[in-house]
């Protein structure tokens, strides 16, 4: 059974066009993040949101735009997609903040033409 | 503010040798560090974390890391190195004054030669 699972996995569109990425986690956490992994693989926080309330963001471009319905779920949302958004994207969840461990989806790989 | 520094982007070693992969790090609180493994095309996977406590952590896979704060160092090691180590390893650290979010450090391949 998935405990952080991401959908897509694969995302290949034109710039322009508009995205989703849908995280779930049934590890029944408080707090879920983003983050991006560009093609050196360097790791950066996007977003963290604890019991459905915004608590980090990271000077994102607001093209990109977190909801998180429950505090199961957290889904990003990508307007007018450019090149540079290439990337893969993770969904993270802990219970709490701080020293507590992050569990990681498997990525989503997003790929703008 | 608080960054992690991973020294050497590329890191091969011989099957059964010694494995080193160093981190420091740089926080005006006390920190929260993990290293975490990433497998080609797959997600982070926590190896061992640091909160308080005993500051040699042992962690999955045979590895441990030694959080030493007089040196800001918190270096991944294991003894013996196996082919299915082969993968990218990153340092992170985080407090608890900044909503949990992890800062990564730069990544290390480790290769494994047989």
């Known amino acids: 059974d998935t405990a952080v699972s991401q959908t897509p996995k694969y995302l290949v569109t034109q710039m322009g066009n508009d995205k989703s990425i849908k995280c779930e986690q049934n590890l029944g956490h408080d707090t879920m993040y983003w983050y991006k992994q560009d093609s050196k693989k360097f790791l950066k926080i996007m977003f963290s949101y604890n019991n459905k309330e915004l608590i980090i963001n990271e000077t994102v471009p607001n093209r990109f735009s977190p909801k998180s319905p429950d505090k199961a779920h957290l889904n990003l949302h990508i307007n007018s997609l450019e090149l540079g958004d290439s990337a893969v994207y993770f969904c993270?969840?802990?219970?709490?903040?701080?020293?507590?461990?992050?569990?990681f989806g498997p990525g989503t790989r997003l790929l703008v033409l | 503010a608080q960054s992690v520094t991973q020294l050497g982007s590329h890191v091969s070693v011989s099957e059964g040798a010694l494995v080193l992969l160093r981190c420091n790090y740089s926080?005006?609180?006390?920190?929260?560090l993990f290293w975490y493994v990433q497998y080609p095309n797959q997600g982070l996977q926590l190896l061992l974390k640091?909160?308080?406590?005993?500051?040699l952590v042992k962690g999955i896979n045979g590895f441990e890391a030694e959080f030493k704060k007089s040196e800001t160092s918190f270096h991944l090691t294991k003894p013996s190195a196996h082919m299915s180590d082969a993968a990218e390893y990153f340092c992170a650290v985080s407090d608890d004054l900044r909503g949990g979010k992890l800062i990564f450090g730069q990544g290390t391949e480790l290769s494994v030669k047989p």
């Open positions: 993270a969840s802990s219970q709490n903040t701080g020293g507590g461990t992050q569990y």
């Open positions: 926080s005006s609180v006390p920190p929260y």
């Open positions: 640091y909160t308080t406590g005993a500051t």
